[in-house]
């Protein structure tokens, strides 16, 4: 059964510092997502890593993924008030006919000014 | 397109009370799926479709029926509600396997 990780699962921090939130999983994969939710919304889609070594950026947010060591990061540069939400990672299990998405427990994140 | 609707937003049931969830898109998504999401926690998968008349089990399918007669709906009935079936739930859908999931606004269900 796959199991996937976040960690921290809160995470206090002030405006204008660095943070990573770290998802870890325990089966192969070569597809993660990153979402984020805002209290009482609906997911966003953040980011989609296709592959071992991508890399992909939005604002003050990257995000990257190592495969081989079943781990992605999401990087929060200079934190600003407005990133405060929950933030997922989702493991994407393909069975070679059909997907399922595998949410991690979710990184609460609040930015204080 | 308004995307991926879902009615009601919030709903109070007594235990072993029945009701339907709707979920529609109109983006024409062949897959649509059904998660819940318990307080503080990730979704997780219920059932899933990847065309009309044919679904299959998620994660935690217990408790649930899906039926999928139209590309566009994807309605979840739960028969005897229990305290345990207490959460948001979510419906999203994909264009294809593997493709970006658009997802509802989700139905906060409470069962007393």
């Known amino acids: 059964e796959l199991k996937v990780e976040q960690n921290p699962l809160f995470l206090s921090m002030q405006e204008g510092k660095n943070y990573t939130i770290y998802c870890n999983y325990s089966?192969?994969?070569?597809?993660l997502y990153w979402y984020r939710q805002d209290p009482g919304k609906s997911l966003e889609s953040l980011f989609v890593?296709?592959?071992?070594?991508a890399v992909k950026q939005e604002g003050r947010l990257m995000a990257s993924l190592d495969t081989k060591a079943r781990l992605s990061t999401l990087h929060i540069t200079a934190a600003v008030h407005d990133l405060s939400a929950t933030y997922f990672c989702?493991?994407?299990?393909?069975?070679?006919?059909?997907?399922?998405?595998?949410f991690g427990t979710g990184t609460l994140l609040a930015v204080q000014p | 397109n308004a995307g991926v609707t879902q009615t009601p937003k919030f709903r109070i049931l007594k235990i072993g009370q029945s009701m339907t969830l709707q979920c529609t898109q109109d983006?024409?998504?062949?897959?649509m799926y059904w998660y819940r999401q318990d307080p503080g926690m990730g979704l997780k998968l219920i059932y899933y479709?990847?065309?009309?008349?044919?679904?299959d089990k998620g994660e935690v399918p217990n408790g649930y029926n899906v039926s999928r007669s139209t590309t566009e709906d994807f309605p979840l009935r739960l028969e005897l509600a229990a305290p345990s079936q207490t959460s948001v739930y979510f419906c999203a859908s994909s264009p294809r396997t593997r493709g970006k999931q658009f997802f509802g606004p989700g139905t906060r269900l409470t069962v007393l």
């Open positions: 983006m024409n998504h062949n897959y």
């Open positions: 890593l296709l592959s071992n070594g």
């Open positions: 479709s990847v065309g009309a008349g044919i679904t």
């Open positions: 989702a493991v994407d299990m393909y069975d070679g006919a059909t997907n399922k998405l595998i």
């Open positions: 089966t192969t994969s070569d597809r």
